[in-house]
């Protein structure tokens, strides 16, 4: 390959890193068993959490770029939490924390979600704490996180939480 070729091929490589997707560092890369996720998120002492989303979903989208860049949300969430994706059409075979197997859609369909993006996280035995659909603004993220983290689900619904702590 002569220089001029090599050159725009740089480029070429360089503009499509630009333009890729952007990090979220509390993503974990999942083999979509999800027993296995919680057990390592209990052992780092993180809660764990799905995203449910779909392709094409604007506000799944808008969650990726602006909540989740937010570098509040970035810094708290990746201390806290294992964040695990869901395509609610998804194929792929998943291993629910029960053990049993089932498809991402049928998994999806089990926990009533139709709809994206929608988050659900859960406490260290696994149990749902909170479902929150729709996009979530990076400050009303941080304090569902708070209501999961310092234990707020134990004695009071996320929306009283919620509206006690709006502007804190």
């Known amino acids: 390959m002569n220089h001029v ?26 083999f979509l068993n999800l027993k296995e996720d919680l057990e390592e998120a209990k052992k780092e002492n993180k809660f764990l959490f ?19 860049q937010d570098k509040r949300v970035q810094e708290y969430f990746t201390k806290y939490f294992y964040m695990v994706e869901i395509d609610i059409k998804g194929a792929n075979e998943l291993v629910d924390l029960d053990g049993k197997k089932l498809t991402e859609r049928q998994f999806s369909l089990k926990h009533g979600v139709r709809l994206t993006p929608v988050l659900m996280f859960f406490d260290q035995e696994g149990k749902v704490v909170a479902k929150v659909p729709g996009y979530i603004e ?9 209501y999961v983290v310092e234990g707020h689900y134990k004695n009071k619904n996320l929306v009283q939480f919620l509206r006690e702590n709006k502007g804190r």
């Not at 090599?6 to 997707?21: M, N, Q």
């Not at 799905?50 to 989740?68: N, S």
């Not at 990076?138 to 708070?146: D, H, K, N, T």
């Open 50 to 68: 799905i995203m449910f989303h779909q392709e094409g979903c604007p506000f799944c989208d808008k969650m990726r770029k602006v909540t989740f």
């Open 138 to 146: 990076p400050q009303e993220f941080i304090l569902i996180g708070r």
């Open 5 to 30: 070729a090599k050159y725009f091929w740089l480029i070429f490589l360089t503009s499509l890193l630009a333009f890729s997707a952007e990090s979220i560092p509390f993503l974990k890369p999942s």
